[in-house]
């Protein structure tokens, strides 16, 4: 049937696809640094003294995008990629498991990072009022972290327990 | 997800720019102090007049200054959106105001001109004197052919008041309902009931008749003319709201001229209030121009008081509730 043979892709192509979604968790963090940069430039307009404190809060939704990055590498040496010796055979099913094991922090991070960023720039706003309150600040943002690092964990969970 | 549009730089300005706004310590600093010369001192160290320190021949210029800078730097953070001509708009029809009642009277009323437009003063004289509204909105152009004609036929300035309230209110309602935010349409609509219950108020001290309210209504709040018609006639100046958002304040109604003024316009801060947990759409925005022009009500009550020597207990009884 044509759309079975549409979707007839290798093993390998469903690995890549995996690392390839991991590594989208990149678009959340580079939308939520760009809310909170947006905040850190509006607080710096005024007091250019506040560059240190704001850059902290501005730096957090970054993380997703290395979350998304740590699992794509370990997907990437898992199937061979890495390591000179050429891709390893896998099957479709194997494949597909990876391209699962990867949604986790790619689709998390995305929508994570943005929140985070949002988060951010409401602390860099607090820090603008009330410079003593950084760490306060940095809290709220960082709480939204926890989903982040959960759908890492779970991530990476998954794909070392897949076995070819 | 929200759909609003985020302003996460205009935002983080503004919540810096909050910090030079007055706080309750500075007010209460500004009323016990001894005299006026006193107020002048601690407003130029507030920030007030800038370089140039303050007396009373160039405190009025000091505050439509503060003013001026506020919508400015609002406009300038948001040069795309036109929701803050919400707060313009009637200083456009205060100079239409003045000009056409110049004009009627031939008084020159250059000096109760202000600034903070929509319309470049200059482009507005223009404009009025050539007869050509083209820069002007459309609802402009129609009040002053309107004013002219019920100005001839009541040969009353009040008139002209009335047909220019209406069509700001209009013009008001028009850019709230363009920037599509909620927010600021809820304002105007507040704004305008305010309005509207004031009016109520006065003519109901001065005991006037219903038609003089019909008069000077201004259509576009939530509160309907028929509402007004029901209380009007009801026992009492303040029991015909229940149905309405204002009760609680109506209520102050019965508390005296002053209470009622004050609390309205303390209604209309404790609106503006939930602006300050809003941390990236627009709300904080139009909340720090009325800040700022509550501000400088409240400073202006202030310096009036300290010159004219009344009573500091006076004096706080008119303070308006600050922002921050």
Known sequence: MESLTLFNFSGQFYALLGAALAALA???????????????????????????QVLVLQALPGTQGIYGLLIAFIILIKVGLLGGDGMVDITVSQGAYILAAASPVGLVGIFSAIAQGKAAAAGIMLVGKKPSELAKGMIFAAMVETYAVLALLISFLMINSITF | ?????????????????????????TYTQLIESKSAMEVFKIL???GYGGESSIDVKNYEKALSNRLAKAYSDVKELVPKEHFPDVFLLKNDYQNLKVLVKSDISSINGENYLVGGTTIDIKDMKEAFETKNYGCLTENMAQAITESYEQYAKSQSGQAIDNVMDNAAFKDMLKVAKESGIKFVENYVKSLCDITNLKSYNRIKNMKKTFSDFESVF?????????????AFNADGASGGFKETAYNDLALKMDEGFTVFEKSCDDYLMAFMRDAKYKSLTVEPLLAFIYAVETEVKTVRIIVN??????DTEVIKERLRDAYV
């Open chain 2, 305 to 310: 008081g300290k010159l004219n020597g009344i």
């Open chain 2, 1 to 25: 997800m929200g759909r609003e549009k985020i302003y996460p730089f205009a935002v983080a300005r503004i919540r810096m720019l909050e910090n030079s706004l007055l706080t309750e310590k």
């Open chain 2, 218 to 230: 201004v259509h576009g709040g939530t509160v309907s003319l028929d509402t007004f018609k029901k």
């Open chain 1, 26 to 52: 990149g678009i959340g963090s580079a939308i939520g640094i760009g809310i909170a940069g947006e905040a850190a430039a509006g607080v710096v307009s005024e007091d250019p003294n506040k560059f240190g």
């Open chain 2, 44 to 46: 130029s160290d507030a």
